[in-house]
């Protein structure tokens, strides 16, 4: 058995190219491009084989560059991405030569803060369920609604025991991961996410315990925020 990481990178980020900053994927936190943290992260687990990071084409040659600049290159090769996550997602699975019962592992490459022992987790879920995502339990009261012409009205109240917001790393077997995928491209369906997918395809999907710091860079604020967290994590490490 063996693992893979996908991280899709090719997004634009409009909440961000609204404010005028660049990428969010190369943005900076303490001085080290968002990327390159959350690459650092999964290089960090032995049982990683290889990354493949799916960009735009016109930031290929940028993305290697940095990849190069630092010494991250062994491991990680850079794909082409599509119009949106799902086909770089699958560009990015149909250049892997996989086996059937390997892993492949998708991260948004925006949540840079994600910890190895929480991958770890991911890919022992994996291995036992065959696919898993990374989840945190809601803490707030969540609400279904009805859209009307006058505004939200709510239609029932969904036990928050019974929800979890959906977090990256996503992941299963190659088999079941290929299978998805090609069904949804198959029948022109939009997933969410991973597991959107691997649901639609029949295959059951397991939930890891995520935490709040594996938040996703979306909007300015979440910068700051993001080096609030590795202060303190240092601050933590010295006692």
Same mark, same amino acid.
């Given at each position: ?97 996989? +086996?059937? =019962?390997? /892993?492949?592992? #998708? ?6 803060? *994600?910890?190895?022992? @929480? %991958?770890? !987790? ?15 339990? +809601?803490? =707030?009261? /969540?609400?279904? #609604? ?6 939200? *009205?709510?239609?029932? @109240? %969904?036990? !928050? ?79």
């Amino acid at each position: 058995m063996r693992v893979f990481v996908i991280l899709p990178a090719a997004g634009i980020g409009t909440r961000m190219a609204a404010s005028g900053a660049a990428p969010k994927q190369f943005l900076s936190i303490d001085g080290v491009p968002v990327l390159i943290r959350s690459l650092r992260t999964f290089l960090a687990v032995p049982r990683v084989e290889a990354i493949l990071v799916a960009v735009r084409g016109a930031e290929r040659s940028r993305v290697e560059a940095q990849v190069a600049e630092y010494g991250l290159g062994a491991k990680v090769s850079v794909v082409e991405g599509g119009e949106d996550r799902q086909h770089s997602v699958g560009n990015a699975l149909a250049a892997l030569a996989c +086996a059937d =019962d390997d /892993i492949v592992l #998708v991260h948004d490459a925006v949540r840079p803060l *994600i910890d190895v022992a @929480t %991958i770890d !987790r991911t890919i022992d879920a994996i291995v036992k369920h065959g696919a898993a995502i990374v989840g945190l339990p +809601a803490v =707030d009261t /969540i609400k279904q #609604v009805e859209r009307t012409a006058d505004g939200a *009205i709510i239609t029932s @109240t %969904i036990p !928050r025991e019974r929800v979890v917001q959906a977090q990256t790393p996503q992941g299963a077997r190659f088999g079941f991961m290929q299978k998805a995928f090609a069904e949804a491209a198959a029948d022109e369906f939009p997933g969410t996410d991973e597991a959107s997918l691997l649901e639609r395809a029949g295959v059951q999907v397991a939930v890891v315990a995520g935490s709040a710091r594996n938040f996703k860079i979306t909007q300015p604020g979440d910068i700051e925020l993001a080096e609030f967290y590795l202060r303190k994590t240092t601050a933590d490490l010295r006692g």
